[in-house]
């Protein structure tokens, strides 16, 4: 049973930072791209960032670019979003997804 655990949100300053963390099992790992997407409030789910097999291939969407960073840890069998500079615009339901499967999201918020 493949499970995708995120944690690492909640209520930040605009300009603060944040670390999400998307901890996966029941299945093999190393051997899977991940993705990152987001839900912001009565919008549409959007991708957000991508992570190949190594952490040399990465994508961003235009919107987090510079100020997001994807990575992973094949030992720890974890995904990382990095979070800097956060803007209110980023508030959103924050999603892990790998192949067909998601995880329950985290909810961040940018407020002051």
């Known amino acids: 049973q493949v499970q995708l655990v995120e944690s690492g949100g909640g209520l930040v300053q605009p300009g603060g930072s944040l670390r999400l963390s998307c901890s996966v099992s029941?299945?093999?790992?190393?051997?899977?791209?991940y993705k990152w997407f987001r839900q912001p409030p009565e919008k549409p789910r959007e991708w957000v960032a991508s992570?190949?097999?190594?952490?040399?291939?990465?994508d961003y969407a235009d919107a987090v670019k510079g100020r997001f960073a994807i990575s992973r840890d094949n030992q720890k069998k974890a995904v990382f979003l990095q979070m800097n500079n956060l803007k209110p615009e980023d508030t959103a339901v924050y999603y892990c997804?790998?192949?067909?499967?998601w995880g329950q999201g985290t909810q961040v918020t940018v407020s002051s």
């Open positions: 992570i190949g097999l190594v952490n040399g291939y990465v």
């Open positions: 029941g299945l093999l790992f190393s051997h899977y791209q």
């Open positions: 997804r790998v192949d067909d499967y």
